[in-house]
């Protein structure tokens, strides 16, 4: 279990996450006599408990295999069961660091939601400061303490159902920091103020939307938070492709390309240098997945590859396009249209570092303060 | 209402329904198919472009602006925390749907029954009820709108439906590239694109017929089905000089066309360039576009025109230039075929597939003067390169940019904008290490957009959710001269 | 000049651009007797008149070069005398796109503002569209009026000096398309609906502030405008960078790179194969000014570099980063650090692109609108 | 209030004037430099962190919170079309606010000054006069905030000051390092840094002195200047484990420390390694750190000591590793020096690099004891890497990464993440085919952000203007193994 700490081994009880491929991901939580179906064949929970952490496993009927993770915060963040919107890495971290949270922090959250803060809070805030994460959903509040006591951190977290936003916190302790994840932050943010210490308390709202930033940015300047900031973050993911553009065939006298040091070699005399191309780098027929990673160009044929390239190239689950048609996948214009007849063409493979082609356009805006009640005078 | 603001007969429309476009061209009693439906467009000839329009049986009924405006707020709850996860809030189940369907009830009142039937609708926040009927509408609703074909639709058709076969060209990116070669009315312009002749289209669209543009294509022929769909008047063709890849050798000063391709015989350079010419009659005579490529053809449609067509033309065409490249051979195999061959207009993408385009290749009986043609054309344009100055290079293509970039580049004159368009920012990288070292560029950038989009609404205003990772990288720069 | 077509030879009367080197140029009104200061020299008038576009002149006393090109409306959207914020490139396309303009468009435009928007209007729907511009500072009336006679173009643009937002365009024509840029647009949209085109008129609001836009947006969707959207569009510059990472010395025995395909010799058998470098490729103490464009590395040693390179690498008057401190360069940590001692460490040039260390982070928020008013009943 | 939120003698503090930031030490009667000024801190000790002060004279003086929020609105005109574009509205010279200066005038009444004789200020939109206003006081007041130093302050002021120091890591892109790491309290970590300890800082903050941090340093001594910054309780320092990385080699289970570098003699290894341990001392004895290190260093500066540096040291280094790379070997310098010599802790930047600081090496007698306790350091690491596999290895270097990360890599445990930081993306792109291929990661991932302020103003709510165009690349992944 790594929700604290790493341990080598897995054991009976343990939450497991499942590599299955690329950006292909599930969370197992393991038990003696149990059998779960992936896309890679079927896994007897059995043959898992025992195993090291980070090992790879063959599923039952030998279709493929999988790999099984120590569940990180981040890991878990990938793979819990959405109960609300949840937060994700790059938010996180954020927050985190402006939070100033370390060991020994207390830490106030709401909502608790789905719990993917509240993990990662607990992490950072181990092994002595405490997480109070209030949620006003009932069947949220109480499947999260499930999910908190299962992961081994519940001594680090204490849930409430509370509507905090009517009844405030209803705690008589000061907090180092307050993180607000709710629909109408700025009315929570008077309540924050009471619990919050004064002096150099740190509070955060998370809202997808700039209304709501402009009320609680109204309400903390209104009362006395200091270096209000507002900030977005955005991740775009790169993969690294070989990509091959043809190179152009411009007739039997080519123009000289005078300062390039690629050689450019008269396509016409084209002793079929590369004329069949080069395997395994071929982009074709990847575009409809949105976010193509095609695992870097090797010279290597796909059919030599490691066993693990099969599991990082298959995309067909990618999580990152669920609305990508899986039906219509049109051919990609730049991907190795190799002249074979003649050889009157060369491709010259480019590494490149492409983006994804989707991407989070907006999580939500990231509203951080300081609260300094100090004294007059000097 | 001037008469070009409305729906004539041959016009390509564009079909919007939803976020989905489609482009289809206008005529009496021609079928059209969109989302698994076949009706007539009749109702439409001579109405507005703009209007909205419901199918109803085979035909289409304008939709008046009061019954779009139809955005109902209802009573909502305020908040979530009463709503379970579970999918049993609605009752009506996909058969009941379906039974609702196969009586013939309209759109609009199968969404209202599955308002009714939903438990958890009415504790929804008006913004979540907002949401659900929006969905629920665009399923069910067979709303469209016939809207007039311009760039910025045309580029959003081929980037939804086929990014790769429009080179991934996002809008703003296609809208720097228009503005960096200072594209206006009476230029010289240069250039090459991949991307089934949308940028040409754009850029023709803001030359309005005056001036020269001058198309390098890859293929045989050159690829202009976007074109047709911005219904340009037949003489703004006079203006295109097209010039193929493998003849740039030609270009050299030195060469003339006999000589140039030593070992091929002059009859195959001139086969090599028949698909070319094929298309320049509807060009030059200014006819009536009476077929109409559709752009969105599914590959297997692609797969099996290619097929069939290569089978009929293998004797004809001795170079296998475009083999192993179906994709793009189908684009040659479609602009070869224009004004040949009637197609349907309303060819759809995926399952549609089988909707038996007949094509016959037709075998021109006066090939050689056709060949002496080609041959007066390709000279013109060498003598047109060589004697008159280009003013702007533009590229857009599939290929590795440097090449071509620098054949081209020289026939710019000083002081002139470039733009190189490419997907990827490391072939550009080359073409900016060329520059810096020619020694002939200043003001190079080589730059990427981000484009985002915002919902704006009462009280929801925020970037929206999914947004493109990128749209391409532009190279432009201005050309000079060291003379002093 | 070219802010319509292009003509060879420069001509007195002319504006022409200056361009002095990497991303310096400025504007000459061109006037036979007349000496101009530049920081790379004095140009004297005379010298430049009857030469060609895109020539090289060098300046009086040789100090240096300059290059002396057409303007474009995008050269002088760069170097035009700012009479207020104005919109640069990545905008101005978008904008002009969306309106659809072409040849014979007939579009409004208020405020003028410095005109930057104007000169690439008019270029668009040249040679028989119009732009009528509105603006309501008189002086700014009065100064685009010279600029556009100046430039060529005043037979396809009319400024108005007037006060749209209380008395409205005051024509009685319709037109394709109008652009707002005013600081309350909202109040401008219903004046707009009574000029624009009810079979498709486009428009287009630049505005700086969300709020803004709201309004805007609220308006138009009342006035019964259509395919209303908002968009911002930000351009962000890459250079071509040879970067020098230090290859790190590991000791005697290195680490054997497995599956790279580099070379990796070892260190400390050093037969000096880079030990002096690249010349040429430095990227030292260029950090300063943010905007960095070191040209493309080539192996020519610096002094050996064709003239033009001085130009190009010349960041000194760099317009990207006006606040940028020119006394404090920190050293580049990367840059190059040559251990010619012993020669124990090889350095591998990466050829890199690099994005610009600052970007402009918002312009201003586009939205777009189309106005149909149809005529109801089949 | 607790006793560690009051600012106390020997803390390390952060001055916050405008946007600048600035870090000493607090000391009583020790002067303080910053814009020119020169003041002590000495009526800050046990006050509160937070606290506003304003420069009286030589003193500082608390400013109360009602002064703080003196944001004057005054009566604004409605736009700007009545303000011309001329110079002469501020009737105020240049002269007259020297002289007002001079008179000894507070800088609130300067600009109260300049507002009453500018012209165009009434007719400006209540925007522009705020604008106005905090331009014009941020020049004229002489007021700061001092602030307990933390690691966005530490990474935004390594930032503004010297980007290529602290190889530009932006203050996201280092909370995903710390996140991506899953850093926290007990574990084992590898890491190599040459930001000269911004990130090893913050990675002790989160384990708050449980668990290893192996440390492996590029130069003769690790670089820990900005962890002094944090005020760490000294036993912290225990769990850091420090490794040079030319002794890597060392690592290989077959070298032993006397065979590893068979062309150079024992002693020079030694001589090499001596730096490392110079610090020791200090960070094992737990004695209070009596002195600072300035990270705002001047280039001039770093020179300057460098130079003189160098050569003192001549004859004890024998290797040039760190020659000709004056910038890092200032920071290892400086990291040699911290316990010997006393500096003053204020050196500034730029104008005010003529401070005289006076250094000199300290020649130790007990060469061979060191010598001989740095073999066994190394042995201790060796040891501990071969027999703890390590739960997360983090790299953020100015080196090549790839030949680093190999040779680290195998010492992480299976299941384990691993982070690398680069500012370009394309050496990640190295390390990241090279992963594919070893396979022994899953999940790998290079990332990007997009960083960006928003201004919330009434009314003025938008993105910020200025944006940073990259905060570098991230390579993540987690390590498998394929046991079966």
């Known amino acids: 279990m790594g929700f604290l700490g790493y341990s080598d081994v897995i054991c009976d009880g343990d939450k497991a996450i499942v590599y299955l491929g690329y950006n292909s991901m599930m969370s197992l939580k393991l038990s003696h006599g149990t059998v779960t179906q992936t896309k890679r064949g079927a896994l007897r929970h059995s043959d898992i408990i025992g195993k090291k952490y980070g090992c790879r496993l063959s599923t039952l009927s030998d279709k493929g295999y999988v790999h099984l993770l120590q ?89 409430a159902h509370r509507d905090v936003l009517e009844h405030g916190f209803g705690i008589d302790f000061t907090v180092d920091a307050v993180f607000l994840d709710l629909p109408c932050p700025w009315r929570a943010v008077s309540h924050a103020k009471k619990i919050l210490k004064t002096s150099g308390g740190k509070i955060c709202s998370f809202s997808p939307c700039i209304e709501q930033v402009q009320r609680t940015c109204e309400e903390l300047g209104s009362l006395g ?89 298959d995309r067909e689950e990618s999580d990152r396009n669920e609305g990508g048609s899986q039906a219509k996948r049109p051919k990609l214009c730049e991907g190795a249209p190799q002249d074979n007849k003649k050889g009157n063409s060369l491709n010259y493979p480019t590494k490149c570092a492409v983006p994804w082609k989707d991407m989070p356009g907006h999580t939500g805006f990231l509203t951080f303060a300081t609260l300094y009640i100090l004294p007059g005078g000097s | 209402m ?29 079928r059209v198919h969109l989302d698994k439906k076949h009706f007539f467009l009749d109702e439409a000839i001579g109405k507005p472009y703009g209007t909205t329009w419901d199918v109803h049986g085979q035909n289409v009924c304008l939709v008046t602006p009061d019954e779009e405006r139809d955005e109902d707020v209802r009573e909502g709850g305020t908040d979530n925390r009463g709503i379970n996860d579970d999918t049993r809030s609605q009752k009506l189940s996909d058969e009941d749907i379906k039974a609702l369907k196969s009586k013939g009830q309209h759109g609009a009142a199968i969404v209202e029954q599955l308002v009714e039937n939903s438990t958890s609708f009415k504790e929804k926040t008006v913004y979540s009820q907002a949401k659900y009927l929006k969905k629920k509408r665009d399923k069910h609703l067979m709303r469209f709108q016939i809207l007039r074909p311009n760039t910025i639709l045309l580029c959003e058709m081929y980037l939804m439906r086929a990014p790769s076969k429009n080179i991934h060209l996002r809008i703003d990116t296609l809208a720097q590239i228009l503005t960096a070669a200072n594209i206006q009315s009476g230029i010289n312009v240069m250039m090459m694109e991949t991307c089934q002749g949308l940028l040409l289209g754009a850029i023709m669209e803001r030359m309005a017929g005056k001036g020269t543009v001058v198309q390098i294509h890859s293929e045989s022929a050159p690829v202009r089905l976007a074109v047709e769909a911005y219904n340009f008047p037949s003489s703004y063709k006079d203006t295109l000089h097209a010039f193929p890849l493998d003849q740039l050798g030609f270009l050299e000063p030195k060469e003339s066309v006999e000589s140039n391709n030593p070992e091929q015989s ?219």
């Not at chain 2, 001037?2 to 009693?29: C, E, F, H, M, P």
């Not at chain 2, 360039?273 to 969105?296: H, I, R, Y």
């Not at chain 2, 097929?307 to 479609?334: I, L, P, W």
């Open chain 2, 266 to 484: 002059t009859s195959e350079v001139s086969d090599r360039l028949q698909a070319c010419k094929t298309e320049e009659p509807q060009a030059t005579n200014g006819k009536s576009v009476e077929s109409k490529d559709c752009p969105q053809c599914s590959e297997s449609d692609a797969k099996e025109r290619s097929v069939g067509h290569r089978t009929q033309k293998e004797e004809e065409r001795s170079n296998g230039e475009e083999e192993n490249d179906s994709n793009v051979e189908d684009c040659d195999a479609a602009a070869d075929d224009a004004g040949m061959v009637a197609m349907e207009a309303d060819c759809q993408s995926g399952e549609g597939g089988t909707q038996g385009q007949k094509r016959k290749f037709q075998v021109n009986p006066e090939k050689e003067a056709r060949k002496q043609r080609r041959r007066e054309s390709l000279c013109r344009v060498r003598d047109l390169l060589h004697n008159t100055k280009m003013d702007v290079l533009v590229m857009a293509c599939r290929f590795q940019p440097l090449p071509i970039f620098t054949a081209l580049f020289k026939f710019l004159a000083p002081s002139r904008p470039f733009v190189v368009y490419c997907h990827y920012i490391e072939p550009l990288m080359e073409c900016n290490e060329w520059l810096r070292n020619c020694n002939n560029a200043v003001n190079i950038r080589v730059t990427e957009t981000w484009l985002r989009e915002y919902q704006v609404l009462p009280e929801r205003t925020h970037p929206n959710v999914n947004m493109s990772g990128t749209g391409g990288y532009l190279l432009t720069g201005t050309t000079v001269s060291n003379e002093t």
């Open chain 1, 225 to 313: 938070f200091s270096d209000i900031s507002t900030f977005e973050c955005l991740q775009r993911n790169y993969e690294h492709r070989t990509v091959i553009l043809p190179y152009p065939n411009l007739g039997t006298k080519t123009v000289s390309r005078d300062d390039s040091k690629q050689a450019s070699p008269n396509p016409d005399d084209s002793s079929s240098l590369q004329d069949t191309g080069i395997p395994g780098t071929s982009t074709e027929a990847r575009q409809g997945d949105g976010a193509t990673d095609i695992a870097s160009g090797t010279t290597t044929p796909e059919a030599g590859k490691p066993l693990d390239r099969q599991g990082e190239t």
């Open chain 1, 71 to 159: 569940p990180t915060p981040e890991l878990w963040t990938l793979n819990l069961p959405h109960r609300t919107q949840i937060l994700y890495f790059a938010d996180i971290s954020l927050i985190t660091l402006q939070l100033e949270l370390k060991p020994g922090s207390v830490v106030v959250e709401s909502g608790t939601g789905s719990g993917s803060v509240s993990h990662a809070f607990a992490r950072t805030i181990a092994p002595n400061g405490h997480l109070h994460t209030f949620e006003f959903h009932e069947q949220r509040a109480v499947k999260a303490r499930e999910d908190f006591k299962d992961h081994g951190i519940s001594h680090l977290v204490t849930v």
């Open chain 2, 2 to 30: 001037a008469s070009t603001d409305v729906i004539k007969q041959g016009q390509n429309v564009i079909l919007k329904k939803g976020k989905s476009l489609r482009l289809y061209q206008v005529w009496r009693k021609r």
